[in-house]
């Protein structure tokens, strides 16, 4: 039995259209639903990213006794489990919290793991002076994680460069190679569709957008006091996002298809929490549902 674990950050199922989107450009996902089962009702737990992950790994609430925190010794993770009962593990991600003070110990419990940097405020390129940006509407750009954002787009220019193609290219590799192995595990961890919504114009011409105003594909936590036409903008820079992970989505797709390995691999496509945007008046993780396919 081998498993694959295609796990993205920050999906809204209102514009899946596995759940009933008819908008937003997606054929892969719509593919997925034609292979799979769809889970239709689901209740986070820990809406933050790293509460969710150890959730994840350990079966159990977070929220409960702990607040953002690494993997503590007491815990009893389910990928260790795994490797006990002679099950490889592999991750391949981009998911800058991982390798930060405070998200520590998950990716070691692997086997195996490989390291995708330059997503949001990964402080990956070293550069003393601060980055140009455009005028924008967020209230974040006197922070750090700002600052760092700016710098790593400078050198995330082309389709190539992304994180999310470098994490898919990566798992993909795991696949190529390993496939004709048996009792393995991989989880390809992409922390797109997470803001901000920086993505290449291929994906973003998918949803023409007239919007004039300042710059916003990373929209500030809390209530929405943008108005309705940067709100659209934010949902339409969001579906361009989303767009490029249906693309990497059916990359894998094609290699279950490609080595039919429906047969004897179970897939799994699920995210760690929902992310509001402007329903309801809010921004950010402010629901308590959350989608998993």
Known sequence: MKAIMVMFDSLNRHFLPNYGCDWTVMPQFQRLSEKTLTFDCFYGGSM???????????GRYNFLHSSWSPMQPFD????????????YTHISTDHFHYWQDGGSCYLTKFDSHEIVRGQQGDPWMGQVSW??????????KTGQSWRHDWVNRQFINTEEAMPQYK???SGLDFIERNHTEDQWFLQIEAFDPHEPFYTQ?????LYPDDYHGKNLDWPDYGINQYGDAATKHVRYEYAALLSMCDRYLGKVLDMMDKYDLWKDTMLIV????GFMLGEKSGWARTSSRCTRN
């Open 48 to 58: 933050p990213c790293m509460p969710a992950r150890r959730e994840l790994q350990t």
């Open 167 to 169: 994490t898919f290219e």
């Open 270 to 273: 699920n995210t760690d929490h």
């Open 76 to 87: 009893d993770s389910v990928i260790t489990r795994m490797k006990e009962a002679g099950i």
């Open 131 to 140: 980055p140009d940006y455009p005028d924008t509407l967020s209230k974040r």
């Open 201 to 205: 114009n291929e994906y973003k011409k």
